[in-house]
């Protein structure tokens, strides 16, 4: 199964998220590049009411088959980006299914599912990107295991902090039309997904580590942080993002980048240095 569809690049979903979560953004533009990993903003998913599952998650998407089990969950992706998409382009997008893998966790059993989605202009590919998805059964037992990221303060190049509040999750999810209730349905949260907040958008946090990552290999003081100078900067080749651990709203996080050769390693960590998200940037020569 595939879906193909046609948008004019618009300006109005840029500009709202940079007065949200990027003021530091060149201001978006006719002409001008869409940021890397602000594709995400557009195509959104549209699915009518009836076929969202309890949670709010597509259960029809018209890409991947239906799965019996109940919740849906945002896990990572991994982007390569051919040339820059620009404000005003016309762009198809290009979505079909890819791996679907079933496993048997301590907690019963998965469903992992990628989906691909080719973005073109003029028929040819700007932005090739896999998103992962996790199917599960229903919440038992919150959990708040974490890969141990090293101090509160970690040893980087640069450190930014990041903490993002229930205004900002609800306009993230007005942005990109994502209607799951983990983002703004406390009692959900709370009663069903046995979580102690609102949960932070994975598709969020992985644009804000890029963006992240490209302000400081340009060299763009940001006031008050931590940062090494900038090495000879490189556009954005590839992205690969994954979650490791929820990050709920009015949490305090840390955001580390430490650049290996044609590399950046992009962490995203909790206050005791927990890892809850990874990036890594591959640059261009």
Do not use: C
């Amino acid at each position: 199964m595939s879906l193909r569809r046609v948008e004019v690049l618009g300006t109005l979903p840029a500009v709202a998220f940079r007065g949200t979560f990027a003021p530091l953004a060149p201001e978006p533009a006719p002409g001008t590049e869409v940021p890397p990993g602000w594709e995400g903003l557009y195509f959104p998913y549209d699915v009518p009411l009836a076929d969202l599952r309890p949670d709010g998650t597509p259960v029809r998407d018209g890409v991947l088959p239906e799965m019996a089990l109940p919740r849906r969950m945002y896990v990572g992706e991994d982007a390569v980006f051919h040339r820059a998409l620009r404000y005003g382009e016309t762009a198809e997008q290009v979505v079909s299914a890819g791996s679907i893998t079933r496993k048997t966790g301590r907690s019963g059993e998965l469903v992992f599912a990628d989906v691909v989605r080719e973005y073109l202009v003029d028929g040819v590919p700007a932005v090739s990107s896999t998103w992962h998805d996790v199917f599960l059964d229903v919440a038992t037992a919150p959990s708040d295991r974490k890969e141990t990221g090293g101090d509160s303060a970690p040893s980087a190049d640069w450190t930014e902090p990041l903490r993002l509040d229930e205004r900002q999750l609800f306009r993230f999810s007005a942005l990109t039309f994502n209607t799951h209730r983990v983002h703004y349905d406390l009692a959900w949260v709370r009663e069903v997904e046995g979580l102690g907040g609102l949960l932070v958008h994975g598709p969020l946090l992985r644009i804000l580590l890029l963006d992240a990552a490209v302000r400081h290999e340009v060299g763009d003081n940001v006031p008050g942080h931590n940062q090494a100078g900038p090495t000879e900067p490189g556009r954005v080749a590839e992205f690969s993002f994954r979650v490791h651990a929820p990050l709920l709203a009015g949490a305090d996080a840390v955001i580390a980048g430490t650049r290996h050769g044609q590399e950046s390693e992009i962490r995203l960590l909790d206050v005791d240095g927990g890892l809850l998200a990874r990036g890594v940037v591959t640059w261009s020569s």
